[in-house]
């Protein structure tokens, strides 16, 4: 019969236990520190001023379209950009004979998740009910437009839309 020798048991202590869990809070908080910094540096998000305010006025917004629906007016985006470079938007508008022509006709052109890269894009008359102006876009992917149709002292008339730019080859 042979005899092995054993390892002796090393004994836990208190001040064993003291250094695992001082270590164990010092990887969380390190990463913490990581992800806070990361996240901080990268923020590029939208964030809403007054949203509980205009929360209140929502129902308002909805009677807005309404009305907009019941004026005769009619906005529509017959050429979006389709290109990140060299493109335009064009928008058609027909009013009714009662009314005067657009003042103003704005483009807002940006991401729904940031504000980084928004574009305020005034279009000019370019044909008899047809409004454009150039656009560049800096990235391929989901844009969202916003024309806005001022009247010279009435309502402004918009119009959402969303495109989809293909990224170049």
Known sequence: MTITPQKPVKEFTGKKALMWIVGFFLVIFTVNAIMTTIAIGTWGGLETKDAYK???????????????KNS???ISLSHGPTRLTGDRI???ITWPVSDLPP???VALVGRAVTDVHDQRIILTKTGSSIYSAPVTLPAAGQWNI?????QANGPV????????????K
């Open 72 to 74: 005769g007016w009619d």
């Open 157 to 168: 008339y918009q119009l959402k839309e969303k495109i989809i730019i293909e990224a170049e």
């Open 54 to 68: 205009k929360g209140l006025y929502y129902n308002d917004e909805i009677a807005a379209a309404e009305v907009q």
């Open 103 to 105: 003042a103003k006709v």
């Open 146 to 150: 916003t024309i806005l149709v001022k």
């Open 90 to 92: 064009d928008v058609a």
